[in-house]
């Protein structure tokens, strides 16, 4: 008689659920276990400790979101009941948020600059070429007037490419502008969707301390 020997049933293929930290395995391997029996416990005390740490990484993404979507620092004073360490991780989003909202500043700041600069130059242009429009008088030579033709011509032709400068800064700072916008809005996605994952997975680990054992 040729054959093969096996297991009367199918071994139970176990899936550790998410977020669960085993403690202790209570049966050992090839044993026979029936529904409902007890396979391992859960360590309770480590499962805590990781919900407390998804307690702040979700408050540290809230506190950037709120940044990114509303542009402006929250307020300082932090939530009681944290551990000094905890409350410098949530600091960290803080200064995270007045970096982004330093860097939309000193874009605004600097474009602001540059475009008084060149609105200025624009200015005396303009003085100069409406002093060379009253012309020489009456008394003025041909070789005078032709000068300050050719004068007149070389002040258009300075504010018109002033004119062309300041277009381009304006443009060049809308451009920027919505680079920023776009990226900060993509991180709030990002962001909310992070969220959205951590208060699951926080979800799982709560209800997990509560019955703390995997079952066949």
Do not use: W
Request: proline share 4%.
């Amino acid at each position: 008689y040729n054959g093969s020997l096996g297991p009367d049933i199918d071994p139970i293929e176990v899936v550790l659920p998410m977020g669960a930290i085993v403690d202790k395995v209570v049966v050992d391997e090839q044993t026979q276990v029936e529904p409902g029996q007890t396979l391992a416990t859960l360590d309770v005390p480590a499962m805590e400790r990781s919900l407390r740490t998804l307690e702040v990484e979700i408050m540290q993404d809230n506190i950037l979101r709120t940044c990114l979507v509303t542009q402006t620092v929250p307020e300082a004073d932090l939530p009681t009941g944290f551990s000094n360490e905890e409350r410098d991780d949530l600091s960290v989003a803080v200064q995270e948020c007045e970096a982004l909202i330093e860097e939309l500043g000193a874009l605004e700041k600097q474009f602001r600059r540059n475009l008084a600069v060149v609105q200025e130059e624009r200015e005396l242009v303009h003085r100069l070429s409406r002093v060379l429009s009253l012309g020489s008088g009456p008394d003025a030579t041909a070789e005078q007037r032709r000068k300050d033709a050719r004068q007149a011509l070389s002040l258009g032709l300075l504010r018109n490419r002033l004119d062309q400068r300041i277009a381009t800064l304006e443009t060049d700072v809308e451009n920027e502008t919505a680079a920023l916008h776009s990226a900060r809005l993509n991180r709030a996605k990002e962001l909310k969707e992070d969220i959205r994952l951590k208060n699951d997975l926080r979800r799982r680990i709560q209800s997990l301390t509560v019955r703390p054992r995997i079952q066949a």
